[in-house]
């Protein structure tokens, strides 16, 4: 499989999300994004406003994480983080999926872990979400379980990982793709740092990368 230089860097969400993240790293992604033409820059909440600044006269888009890394705060603490988020110029939501109601699988738990993701697409206002269902926690059936709800609330990617959990594994990807079909995109993130591992993912099903690595993807592509 080849890809363009140009065709690849817009499948990929150009990430800084470390605590050690400073204003002037975060300068640097969205000079980086506009020079190369990325789908986004993904960044912490607090950034957002500052990256919508920084990109205003380019298509680059904006993309923020939610609840992140764990997932494991209230629903109304993501909803408002997603909304707030929004406000300050996300164009796109990128939330952590409760994985700790997810494992037990009882229906009461299953049914949390739908309306969590759905507060956070209600409060997106149109705006693509997409789920993080950390899937190194996940057997197939749970990874599987984990897309169906995704799509149910009305998400519009289901994304394999954060980078800060166990990794993805290829399986995954296929899993993910053939359960959504081509009614959601499917985002492959954590580890992904070669032009090489990012043809392997797209191969697999994916149709967005997350990769803090995606200037040296990119110079792969040359």
């Not at 499948?11 to 204003?23: C, F, K, V, W, Y």
């Not at 995704?150 to 800060?164: R, Y």
Request: hydrophobic share 40%; glycine share 10%.
């Amino acid at each position: 499989m080849k890809i363009s230089k140009k065709d690849l860097a817009g499948m990929i969400d150009h990430t800084l999300l470390a605590s050690t993240a400073t204003q002037d790293k975060i300068a640097v992604i969205c000079k980086e994004g506009k020079e190369y033409g990325f789908a986004s820059v993904c960044v912490n909440s607090c950034w957002v406003s500052l990256c919508k600044s920084l990109l205003e006269s380019c298509e680059v888009k904006v993309c923020s994480v939610v609840g992140f890394p764990l997932g494991a705060m209230a629903t109304a603490a993501k909803a408002y983080e997603a909304g707030r988020a929004v406000q300050d110029g996300a164009d796109e939501i990128d939330m952590v999926m409760n994985v700790g109601k997810l494992l037990p699988g009882t229906p009461e738990d299953l049914l949390y872990v739908k309306n969590d993701i759905k507060a956070v697409v209600e409060v997106a206002s149109g705006n693509p979400v997409k789920v993080i269902l950390e899937t190194g926690y996940l057997s197939d059936e749970q990874v599987v379980t984990a897309c169906r709800i995704a799509e149910d609330a009305g998400a519009h990617f289901v994304k394999t990982s954060t980078g800060f959990g166990p990794p993805f594994e290829m399986k995954h990807i296929r899993l993910m793709r053939s359960t959504v079909g081509n009614t959601m995109g499917v985002k492959a993130a954590g580890g992904i740092k070669t032009y090489e591992k990012a043809i392997e993912v797209i191969q697999a099903g994916a149709s967005r990368i997350g990769a803090s690595a995606g200037v040296t993807i990119v110079k792969g592509a040359e």
